[in-house]
């Protein structure tokens, strides 16, 4: 692969794996190399340097212990803090939201600093949030309603340096009618899917913020009928 590769990081697949986020590697890969633009993933495991120089980092979902984990070890081997001090992007989904935020309490009641790249503090709800989501995004963002699955028990409450992807139309999010959080090149939902599969927009909007300029169109039939099939069952799936 040569230096152009765009260089996509799949943050500890091996503690954030329960929730099949990985798949979001893949995708931002085959959307690349379908426009021809070559693009590498490298996965960093647990107990490993956390390289600063890559373009793009993925972290996924996990439970309470493991997301501890990963935090720990996320702090001490700051490769992320610095490539997003430097502009890098960095997505995270569930987990991966409380991980990039200032903190978050488990339900065993600990609180775990995070990286600090999210204005963001979660907490614990009163019953786990489970089932399909709708987020009408953010208008500046420019992307469709998005779809996806939540599993989680944390709350997450905003401050003024984060804003939200965007306001939940169905499901739970963060907990106040509002999904996610957005600083600079730093985005994460509660969406799992993987999210990027069910929401190809979203996907070119982080490959944009790499490619400094959004990429061509890429028009996909199946892609098209999955978003189709998982916007009706989000909304045959809810009470009014
Ligand atoms: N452990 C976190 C919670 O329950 C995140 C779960 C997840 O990543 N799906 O809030």
């Known amino acids: 692969m040569g230096d152009s590769a765009v260089r996509i990081g799949l943050v500890l697949p091996d503690v954030l794996g329960t929730y099949s986020d990985s798949g979001n590697a893949t995708v931002l890969c085959r959307r690349l190399v379908w426009r021809e633009i070559p693009a590498a993933v490298t996965e960093i495991h647990y107990g490993e340097p956390v390289p600063s120089s890559l373009d793009l980092y993925l972290l996924g979902g996990g439970e309470d212990e493991a997301q501890s984990l990963a935090a720990d070890h996320l702090r001490s081997h700051p490769g992320i803090q610095r490539a997003a001090a430097r502009g890098a992007v960095v997505f995270g989904v569930c987990a991966g939201l409380q991980l990039l935020s200032t903190g978050f309490l488990t339900s ?9 790249l999210l204005d963001a503090e979660t907490s614990p ?7 399909e989501v709708l987020v009408q995004a953010a208008s500046g963002l420019g992307v469709e309603p998005l779809t996806g699955f939540e599993n989680h028990l944390g709350l997450t409450a905003l401050g003024e340096g984060s804003r939200p992807l965007g306001r939940v139309l169905a499901g739970t999010g963060n907990g106040d009618g509002t999904d996610g959080a957005v600083t600079g090149r730093v ?6 899917g993987p999210v990027l599969a069910r ?12 490619l400094g300029a959004p990429p061509a169109a890429l028009p996909l039939d199946e892609v098209s009928t999955l978003r189709a099939e998982r916007l009706r069952a989000v909304k045959g799936g809810h009470r009014a």
């Open 187 to 192: 985005l994460a939902t509660y969406l799992h």
């Open 125 to 131: 709800g009163k019953r786990r949030a489970v089932g």
């Open 108 to 116: 065993g009641g600990v609180r775990h600093e995070g990286l600090g």
């Open 199 to 210: 929401n190809p927009a979203l996907a070119d909007l982080l490959l944009g913020w790499v």
